[in-house]
């Protein structure tokens, strides 16, 4: 979780009452990045180029992956490249649709499988991060709520 804010200890503060309220504990700084990545990361929709043009110049322009999914081209790179790799493809298809540094997991671990019952962690993760919002002017989340989990009466949602 990022926040950006004017007072670093009241921000700290509120978001640990937040976790705290649903259960939770925030840890120390860094106390978990070394299970994350930081990456650039570049997208373009599908109708710019095809999956082996994009490969091509991704691998040109010195980006660590492409990978071409349903609905678009998703381009990595390590975070010193990110801004060469991004001006490149730039210039050879245009404006990218999303063009940033990220934070991706080292291990992914499927939750669904284990826990078919009320998505109580998707639950909980979002009331922190909409109590967050209310004291900080930005919060990221590294994982987006699915749309499934995302609560439309205050209860949540079931898989």
């Known amino acids: 979780m990022e ?14 009452a937040a976790f705290s309220k649903y259960g939770g504990s925030l840890g120390e700084t860094n106390s978990v990045s070394f299970m994350f990545r930081r990456l650039g990361v570049i997208t373009y929709p599908l109708s710019v180029a095809s999956e082996y043009d994009m490969l091509e110049a991704a691998i040109e322009a010195g980006a660590e992956n492409a990978v071409s999914t349903e609905t678009a081209h998703e381009i990595t790179c390590e975070v010193e490249a990110f801004f060469t790799v991004r001006d490149s493809l730039e210039t050879r298809f245009g404006e990218p649709e999303s063009a940033k540094l990220d934070w991706r997991p080292e291990n992914t671990v499927s939750l669904m499988k284990k826990r078919p019952a009320p998505c109580s962690s998707c639950w909980t993760c979002w009331k922190i991060m909409t109590t967050c919002r209310t004291s900080m002017p930005t919060l990221i989340c590294p994982t987006s709520l699915p749309k499934s989990c995302q609560p439309d009466s205050g209860t949540p949602a079931r898989h």
């Open 3 to 16: 926040g950006l804010t004017d007072n670093r200890n009241r921000t700290a503060s509120d978001v640990r």
